[in-house]
Nanobody, 117 residues
């Protein structure tokens, strides 16, 4: 069984920064990518940022230049540095892991990010 544990969410003022962390544990076979999705109230879940096993990254247009995804020292950890946060970034952020291509997909429990003055 694979578990994803997220941390780092919270309340921040507009223009502030937060760093999210996601640690994967369990029987993980060949990670293909790790990343983050988010879901705001009344909206569908959307992709935010992803990093492949080879280190390639991609970002939603809405976060380019403000968010940076990276691997932690442990290859099973992914970080999301969020700078210049805006109220519209408020959402529950979910860690995502795809293994063996997209044959296996795992989700974290979600962490709340609130950007408000």
């Amino acid at each position: 069984q694979v578990q994803l544990v997220e941390s780092g969410g919270g309340l921040v003022q507009p223009g502030g920064s937060l760093r999210l962390s996601c640690a994967a544990s369990g029987s993980i076979f060949k990670i293909s990518s790790m990343g983050w999705y988010r879901q705001a109230p009344g909206k569908e879940r959307e992709s935010v940022a992803h990093i492949s096993s080879g280190g390639s990254t991609n970002y939603a247009d809405s976060v380019k230049g403000r968010f940076t995804i990276s691997r932690g020292n442990d290859k099973n950890t992914v970080l999301l540095q969020m700078n210049s946060l805006k109220p519209e970034d408020t959402a529950v952020y979910y860690c995502n892991l795809e293994a063996n291509g997209a044959a296996y997909i795992y989700w974290g429990q979600g962490t709340q990010v609130t950007v408000s003055s």
